[in-house]
């Protein structure tokens, strides 16, 4: 039974992996990039428009993208 409780602390470690994992999906292509550019500059702020043009992505990870690239601090 003492097993069991331990099993559950196991769990913990794993989901922080998961997130870490993260950070390396938002990892683009040169294809990808000047396509979420051009997509831009034609319908703005429209991520999921944008993702639907670029398969297996999404609109949080092509969001996440551009404002980590084009953030602007004003």
């Keep these: 039974m003492a097993d069991s409780g331990h099993s ?3 769990s ?3 989901s922080r992996d998961a ?3 993260q950070d390396s999906k938002l990892e683009f292509s040169e294809d990808e990039e000047t396509l979420i550019t051009r997509m831009f500059n034609l319908v703005g702020e ?3 428009l944008i993702a639907g ?5 999404t609109a949080e ?3 996440k993208y551009w404002t980590s690239r084009y ?3 004003e």
């Excluded at 043009?53 to 992505?57: E, Y």
Aim: charged letters at 35%; glycine letters at 8%.
């Design 53 to 57: 043009r670029i398969p297996g992505r």
């Design 71 to 73: 953030s602007t601090s």
């Design 19 to 21: 997130n870490g994992s």
């Design 46 to 48: 429209r991520w999921s």
């Design 12 to 14: 913990s470690v794993d």
């Design 61 to 63: 990870e092509i969001e």
């Design 8 to 10: 559950s602390d196991d």
